[in-house]
């Protein structure tokens, strides 16, 4: 596969085309986004001959989400703090595109929506230790795709966030021309944070009402709350997929399982320092020759 850049290029969008064995695919990629130090992810979108359609209509607008807990020190000092075998601790806050917004503070909109109109929301924690869950007043949340994969169009009001996770909701611009307050709290900590941004639908009337939607049970309710959902999680099979071509076709229900392979995080003092592994293997930093 050869990868050929087209002469348009800027700063914010660059697009590739490039060759495979049964298809030439163009693939635009959105550049990643920096807040404060926080990275977005990459978004790519594909025109494949042989793909099935995007299993929704095409939104008014598209906006990324990009929140996860903050803390005040810098990264030497918690590196230190980790190397003396304690924990990283709570963090300060929590932080929504760069920002960490308060009920009714003075935070200007990061998002604008029309009546009636239909918007893409896609919505990453790039934290380092912090679930989060997230909520919009008075609207509920489509998922649509989950890490790159169209999902089953189930809706919610609330969806967590864990680390590392990404996922696209659709909302419907559907209440009255108000402000309303997009809402991210901590999840099983023992001091909740709250962190909010405003959403501002055109011709807006009135500032966000200060009674935020109620955060999903903590404690063991919580957990099985959170567990619950992730599990009415599934892949929509019928999007997205690759079609039957002469190099053969997935059958996704007829997978012979002949290996499972089990992940399991764990946390143990290495040597005086605390680490964090997968499968007993954690990550040390490579010697430079």
Same mark, same amino acid.
């Given at each position: 596969?050869?990868?050929?850049?087209?002469?348009?290029?800027?700063?914010?969008?660059?697009?590739?085309?490039?060759?495979?064995?049964?298809?030439?695919?163009?693939?635009?990629?959105?550049?990643?986004?920096?807040?404060?130090?926080?990275?977005?992810?990459?978004?790519?979108?594909?025109?494949?001959?042989?793909?099935?359609?995007?299993?929704?209509?095409?939104?008014?607008?598209?906006?990324? =989400?990009?929140?996860?807990?903050?803390?005040?020190?810098?990264?030497?000092?918690?590196?230190?703090?980790?190397?003396?075998?304690?924990?990283?601790?709570?963090?300060?806050?929590?932080?929504?595109?760069?920002?960490?917004?308060?009920?009714?503070?003075?935070?200007?909109?990061?998002?604008?929506?029309?009546?009636?109109?239909?918007?893409?929301?896609? =919505?990453?924690?790039?934290?380092?230790?912090?679930?989060?869950?997230?909520?919009?007043?008075?609207?509920?949340?489509?998922?649509?795709?989950?890490?790159?994969?169209?999902?089953?169009?189930?809706?919610?009001?609330?969806?967590?966030?864990?680390?590392?996770?990404?996922?696209?909701?659709?909302?419907?611009?559907?209440?009255?021309?108000?402000?309303?307050?997009?809402?991210?709290?901590?999840?099983?900590?023992?001091?909740?944070?709250?962190?909010?941004?405003?959403?501002?639908?055109? +011709?807006?009337?009135?500032?966000?009402?200060?009674?935020?939607?109620?955060?999903?049970?903590?404690?063991?309710?919580?957990?099985?709350?959170?567990?619950?959902?992730?599990?009415?999680?599934?892949?929509?099979?019928?999007?997205?997929?690759?079609?039957?071509?002469?190099?053969?076709?997935?059958?996704?229900?007829?997978?012979?399982?002949?290996?499972?392979?089990?992940?399991?995080?764990?946390? +143990?003092?290495?040597?005086?320092?605390?680490?964090?592994?997968?499968?007993?293997?954690?990550? =040390?930093?490579?010697?430079?020759?």
């Amino acid at each position: 596969m050869r990868l050929e850049p087209c002469a348009q290029y800027n700063r914010a969008q660059t697009t590739f085309k490039f060759r495979s064995r049964t298809r030439l695919e163009a693939t635009t990629i959105s550049q990643p986004l920096a807040f404060k130090g926080h990275l977005a992810e990459l978004v790519a979108y594909r025109s494949i001959v042989g793909f099935s359609s995007v299993p929704f209509d095409a939104p008014a607008d598209e906006y990324f =989400v990009i929140a996860g807990d903050w803390y005040n020190k810098g990264h030497k000092s918690l590196q230190k703090q980790l190397d003396s075998g304690r924990s990283l601790g709570r963090p300060d806050g929590i932080q929504i595109n760069g920002k960490s917004g308060k009920v009714g503070g003075s935070n200007e909109p990061i998002f604008n929506m029309e009546a009636g109109k239909t918007y893409r929301y896609r =919505v990453c924690n790039v934290g380092m230790k912090t679930s989060l869950n997230f909520r919009i007043q008075g609207h509920s949340l489509k998922l649509v795709e989950m890490e790159g994969s169209h999902t089953v169009q189930n809706v919610y009001d609330s969806l967590d966030v864990h680390i590392g996770q990404c996922f696209s909701v659709l909302v419907e611009a559907n209440q009255e021309p108000n402000d309303y307050y997009m809402v991210f709290s901590s999840r099983f900590t023992k001091q909740p944070l709250t962190s909010v941004a405003v959403i501002r639908y055109a +011709n807006g009337k009135n500032s966000p009402s200060s009674e935020l939607p109620a955060p999903p049970p903590e404690t063991a309710t919580g957990i099985a709350w959170s567990i619950n959902q992730f599990r009415s999680f599934r892949w929509n099979l019928t999007a997205s997929a690759a079609r039957p071509n002469p190099q053969g076709s997935y059958h996704y229900g007829k997978i012979n399982i002949t290996r499972t392979i089990k992940l399991v995080n764990s946390r +143990n003092n290495v040597d005086g320092k605390l680490r964090y592994a997968i499968n007993g293997v954690s990550h =040390v930093e490579p010697t430079t020759p």
